[in-house]
């Protein structure tokens, strides 16, 4: 198996950053009503089982991946499919790679459109995003990583300001616990896995890694993180906001964001929306990285060519997907995808994946070793 | 070297076109007319008249203030004409206070409401208030002694707000109120006396429509039954039975005026039966005297104890009579509902249902005050 | 050079006056003399050059023995033994005699003979040593390095006595040959770092070099970007200081700077003086320069970006006051910002290049003329003369000038943004710096160290600087083979209160 040059791989910690930083992006400022619309009062019990349920295929994720000694999806798929069918997964991951890239990307130009420029074209902010990601993809995994890294540091304390919503929270509003069907709790975590999608970069990064055993402890820790962070939003938001008044708030974190009051700023919330940048800025990296590897892979080309298709991809789409209605129905249609291939693939992978090295393990060595890369 | 120039290249590109090609009009804040506080007064033929009160950013203007009204239909469409009297573009970013007249509010103003609530510039901390009498009286009177009457009543709301005198009524407040089936916003009123404005009746609403008025001190037990309460000071009427009252003067009457100052209070709500409602409202609270009117002899123990007690009826009172009116008007600012809603299974509580119950519903009132301190002397 | 001229091979003309013809063919200087001692019979030649030797040395110790011997000689052999000089060179070719000549040697000769001695008296130009001034510190030592390569290496050599001090010299420049030296701790640095410097210095092929710095733009890791990768310093405590944290040092002849490497973002924000105060003032203090590096870059951008486009953020108390001064500005606040910065950086360059007794006019110019009559003419707002002052004052704070260079820099693109997209273009520019900086590496190591690649121990003297019983180990960036500084064995303390 082939292993990255050691000046490319980071320490297995960072794993956990990577997991965190990927997971929290445009999910996290408006979930809450698309949760709470079936599970109601129950939304932060959806929140916890999505939680597990991202910790049970992430599990799985890990364990198809010690499996093999160091390699992304793309070299297991062409193992467990062979050469024509593994070529087709990997042209559907990639798709759904470059896809998820470019949901972020739109979402948080409708963010800024609805909170700081309602006349900034879309056009522009795409082009300002992508500007900044290739710079940062051109780096190569290891400043990806460094960058996700930095923007936790630099943006971790924005979950403490919850604290500013205590003179308007009640309490009552959580109770009675469990009213609603089971089935509701549970729509609501499937809801959820918009939100807590991401964490299937495990499986492209996982090569870089520098103590691999560690990776298993590190994905779960990060899912951890994620997992705590979206059930403080969703639970101040279940006692800050009445139900009625949830359900007709787009981005309840801004919304909330919006009662704090600091001496030198009266508006808090503008701050955050631009801060966000911080937060979605390592997704897209990553998804840019993973989908320009998919993309070497399936053709052979240089990755800059990846680059440049990605980009033209997502600047002529975001010209398309303008109105607030039709990124709610793309991002519905994204829910389901991503339902399935973060949450439910992996655990059908295993088995798979069990079965074609149940013998000699050590044969997956045989899988081609990926060309060496020139942007990574 | 070829690679990296290559890539500088690219990045120059990359930079150079949204350079180029976006740029977003700002227009600078001395452009802009800055409104501080918005006015809405009640016209016949479903129109309003939309008041504002801007900041005059011109340090040599005599006046502080410039206030424009308009009438239209709806409150941006009076915004627009506005903007057109105006040598500046009209913003709202700054808003700190809507008023609305006891008249357009007795018509309900929700949608005048969630037109602040939608508008992305204005924060959610704005105060909502009723004006007793015209909104535009208020905002165009000229005040000798108050520079811009905008920042004035934003300064005077927290001020009492930040000192418990009043109840809260941010945007926020008054629409989770009006959202929550068990629960009705109550918004302070103001009024102007000559030059002077005052903060002196609670308006309480069903739904986003007014329906009656209480005295403001009626807000510090609105808000011991709400539950959202640290420190505030209120003035008690208390029975000076079983106390040795000293230097009793003749002919006066068996009661005393006493202020305590509210240090922590615990108020428990709970729901003893469903059908009608029974709530049983149990409040715990520590206090420090701070003047009285009667000299009682507070360094003996059982004196405090007595006069514990007759402060605790006094409040008792005062909140049954609280309760009894809010159930008149069939009004629930406190939150009643709300306690019901968590409290039964299954509920599925509506406005409607709750309207229909609250009338009917049964309190018990237990008070339990703890004076922790008389002041520097005893 | 002179190998196409095979004479000057050739042995010495028994004859002065032949020899001195041949070498003033060679040397064509108007400062090439001859100085003849003796009588007929006995005369002795000195050729120098006039302004490459000590005149004093001359006449003490070559003219006056030579003047008392000259009775009893006969030829040659006596001189060594009489001149009280260090070097002394048996001269036997004219090729020979004029590059010692051209070092500032003096060639004696007699005549009739065909060989001579060259004694080195060269003067040698230098300054004296003097106070740091671009680093200039209150604790510690307060000398800086002259311009002199040896006295340098002299300073360096005085403070680390250790036998693994490993010097290298080499030239660069193909006419200046200015020779440098290379400088490390065998043990200490890694030895990839050495190699990669070494590598870096022996492909340089250009004319000529002036300065370290102009070596230090000329090896850098990437020469596009704002940010220095490697320490330029003028104290010898700094560079004796990185020496023990395993870096590598590079001096030039003729520089009184030293080149320092590898470095990592974090050591640009560091000054000695760091370790000469106690921990607590020194962790405030290191913080102190990491704030005003953010609030340097981000302060103007963001009074240029609230002003411009997120008026709503400012509060109601400030609200007032800065529409107020803002109300006879004439320009929109991103060309009034960008037209104060300008002013700001006018009168720093005006003030650099004057001398010190005419500098100080520049303040009283800058700080009353200028500051003042903008605001009073309405060209400027008095809210934004104090933040720009602000900003330049943080930019001063780095101790390294160059750094402090870089962040004044950058502030311009970051306020350029923030006119355009107020809080999305500030938060682009910081997304774009921070993948810079991260792209960054110095000789091959990564920039941003301690904090990524993320090492939890050797925060303990970047950002902040702990007490020094948390410096038993080295830092790790540095990789040397030796990672132990001190063995923390503390003097018994009691546990027991009172006791």
């Keep these: ?376 | 070297m070829t690679s990296r120039s290559r890539l500088f290249r690219l990045t120059a590109v990359f930079l150079t076109i949204p350079l180029l090609c976006a740029c977003v009009r700002g227009v600078p804040i001395e452009k802009m007319g800055l409104i501080v506080a918005v006015g809405y007064d009640y016209l016949p033929n479903h129109k309003i008249m939309g008041t504002t009160t801007l900041y005059q950013i011109d340090p040599n203007a005599k006046e502080k203030v410039t206030v424009l009204s308009n009438t239209a239909y709806t409150s941006k469409g009076s915004r627009n004409k506005m903007n057109q009297e105006s040598s500046v573009t009209l913003v709202s970013g700054q808003l700190r206070v809507a008023l609305y007249d006891e008249k357009l509010a007795r018509q309900g103003i929700l949608n005048l409401v969630d037109t602040l609530a939608r508008d992305k510039d204005i924060g959610s901390g704005v105060y909502i208030n009723i004006a007793k009498g015209r909104a535009l009286g208020i905002l165009s009177h000229r005040y000798p002694e108050i520079g811009n009457i905008g920042t004035f009543l934003y300064n005077q709301n927290e001020q009492n707000i930040t000192g418990e005198q009043i109840i809260s009524s941010t945007l926020h407040d008054f629409l989770h109120d009006y959202y929550a089936p068990g629960q009705d916003p109550a918004v302070p009123c103001v009024t102007r006396v000559d030059n002077e404005v005052h903060l002196d009746e609670i308006a309480l609403f069903q739904g986003d429509r007014m329906v009656t008025k209480i005295p403001s001190r009626s807000s510090f037990f609105l808000k011991l039954l709400r539950g959202r309460f640290h420190a505030g000071m209120i003035e008690l009427a208390v029975d000076l039975d079983g106390l040795e009252a000293q230097q009793k003067r003749k002919g006066e009457s068996k009661h005393t005026h006493s202020v305590i100052d509210n240090i922590s209070s615990k108020t428990k709500i709970r729901l003893k039966g469903q059908n009608p409602p029974r709530f049983h409202i149990q409040v715990d609270m520590y206090a420090r005297l701070q003047e009285i009117t009667s000299e009682i002899e507070l360094s003996k123990p059982e004196q405090v104890k007595k006069l514990e007690v007759q402060l605790a009826k006094s409040i008792t009172n005062e909140i049954e009579n609280l309760i009894r009116t809010i159930q008149k008007y069939n009004v629930d600012p406190a939150g009643f509902g709300q306690k019901y809603k968590a409290s039964v299974r299954g509920s599925n509580l509506t406005k409607d249902k709750w309207r229909k119950m609250f009338p009917k519903a049964q309190f018990q009132t237990d008070v339990k005050l703890t004076l922790v301190r008389t002041g520097v002397t005893d | 050079m002179s190998s196409e001229h095979d004479s000057y091979l050739l042995p010495l003309s028994d004859s002065t006056e032949e020899l001195y013809e041949s070498i003033r063919g060679e040397i064509r200087n108007s400062e090439l003399t001859r100085k003849q001692i003796g009588t007929e019979g006995i005369v002795l030649s000195l050729i120098y050059l006039r302004t490459m030797i000590d005149n004093d040395l001359l006449q003490r110790d070559i003219l006056a023995p030579l003047l008392h011997l000259l009775n009893e000689m006969t030829d040659l052999e006596k001189i060594p033994d009489v001149l009280p000089v260090s070097q002394l060179d048996t001269i036997e070719t004219i090729d020979t005699a004029v590059a010692r000549i051209l070092q500032g040697w003096v060639l004696i000769h007699m005549d009739g003979f065909t060989d001579g001695y060259a004694v080195n008296i060269m003067k040698y130009h230098h300054r004296g040593l003097s106070q740091a001034e671009t680093e200039s510190q209150i604790f510690g030592p307060q000398v800086a390095f002259t311009e002199s390569l040896d006295i340098n290496l002299g300073l360096i050599r005085q403070t680390i006595m250790t036998p693994n001090l490993v010097t290298e010299s080499m030239q660069v420049g193909l006419r200046t040959q200015t020779s440098i030296s290379l400088i490390y701790i065998d043990g200490l640095a890694f030895e990839q770092n050495i190699n990669t410097f070494k590598q870096r210095l022996n492909s340089l092929q250009i004319d000529g070099v002036f300065d370290t710095s102009t070596i230090g733009q000329l090896i850098d890791d990437n020469s596009y970007s704002l940010f220095p990768h490697l320490i330029l310093t003028e104290r010898p405590d700094r560079v004796t200081a990185s020496l023990l944290e395993g870096k590598i040092v590079m001096m030039a002849a003729g520089s009184p700077y030293a080149l320092v490497g590898p470095a990592t973002f974090f050591d640009f924000f560091k000054a000695t003086e760091d370790h000469y105060v106690r921990w607590g003032m020194a962790s405030f203090i290191r913080m102190l320069r990491l704030v005003s590096l953010a609030f340097s870059t981000l302060f103007t951008p963001v009074y240029v970006a609230a002003l411009t486009h997120h008026y709503a953020v400012i509060p109601s108390a400030l609200l007032v006051s800065i529409v107020e001064s803002r109300s006879k500005v004439p320009f929109p606040p991103i060309f009034e910002a960008l037209l104060l910065e300008f002013i700001i950086e006018l009168l720093r360059e005006a003030g650099a290049r004057l001398p010190t007794k005419v500098g100080q006019t520049m303040g009283i110019v800058g700080g009353i003329v200028i500051g003042q009559a903008a605001v009073q003419a309405g060209f400027t707002s008095n809210i934004l003369i104090m933040i720009v002052a602000l900003g330049a004052l943080s930019s001063f704070t780095a101790p390294s000038y160059m750094m402090g260079s870089a962040i004044r820099i950058v502030r311009f693109p970051m306020i350029i943004l923030a006119g355009l997209w107020g809080g999305v273009g500030i938060m682009a520019g910081v997304c774009f710096l921070i993948l810079h900086l991260l792209r960054q590496t110095s000789l091959d190591n990564p920039y941003l160290y301690p904090i990524y690649p993320p090492r939890i121990s050797d925060m303990k003297d970047s950002m902040i600087r702990l007490p020094f019983s948390f410096f038993a180990k080295r830092t790790q960036f540095t990789r040397g083979a030796d990672q132990n500084r001190f063995f923390s064995k503390r003097y018994p303390q009691h546990t027991e209160i009172d006791e």
């Design chain 1, 1 to 376: 198996m082939n292993q990255p040059r050691p000046q490319w791989m980071f320490s297995s910690f960072l794993v956990f950053f990577v997991v965190h930083t990927i997971q929290v992006g445009v999910g996290l400022p408006g979930f809450q009503r698309y949760v709470y619309e079936p599970a109601g009062n129950d939304a932060w019990i959806s929140v916890i089982l999505a939680g597990i349920s991202s910790h049970i295929s992430a599990f799985f994720m890990v364990k198809i991946l010690q499996r093999y000694h160091s390699c992304d999806l793309y070299e297991i798929h062409e193992h467990l499919f062979g050469k024509w069918l593994g070529k087709a997964a990997n042209a559907l991951y990639t798709a759904y790679l470059a896809m998820a890239c470019f949901i972020i990307v739109i979402n948080y130009i409708d963010i800024i459109q609805t909170w700081l420029f309602p006349t900034f074209t879309s056009t522009s902010l795409s082009l300002i995003l992508l500007a900044v990601a290739v710079y940062g993809v051109l780096g190569g995994i290891r400043v990806i990583a460094g960058f996700g890294f930095i923007s936790i540091v630099l943006t971790a304390w924005m979950a403490l300001l919850v604290y500013f919503a205590k003179p308007y929270i009640q309490w009552d509003q959580l109770f009675p616990i469990m009213d609603h069907k089971l089935t509701d709790i549970l729509e609501g975590a499937r809801v959820m896995s918009y939100t807590l999608a991401g964490f299937e970069i495990v499986f492209f990064i996982y090569p870089y890694v520098k103590e691999k055993e560690k990776t298993m402890r590190y994905t779960h820790l990060g899912l951890l993180a994620t997992t705590l962070i979206s059930l403080e939003l969703m639970v101040v938001a279940l006692l800050y906001f009445e139900g009625e008044q949830l359900m007709k708030t787009a981005w309840a974190t801004f919304t909330m964001y919006k009662i704090i009051q600091f001496p030198f700023l009266e508006r808090f919330e503008f701050l955050a929306v631009s801060l966000w940048m911080l937060i979605i800025m390592p997704n897209i990296l990553l998804y840019m990285w993973a989908s320009i590897r998919g993309f070497r892979r399936l053709t052979g080309r240089s990755q800059r060519m990846g680059i440049i298709l990605v980009c033209i991809l997502i600047l002529g789409l975001s010209n398309v997907f303008t109105t607030r209605m039709r990124i709610d129905q793309l991002d519905s249609v994204f829910n389901q995808i991503t339902f399935f291939i973060a949450f439910l693939y992996p655990i059908l992978l295993y088995p798979l994946v069990l079965f074609k090295t149940r013998t000699k393990p050590d044969q997956s060595a045989t899988v081609p070793a990926a060309q060496g890369g020139e942007a990574d």
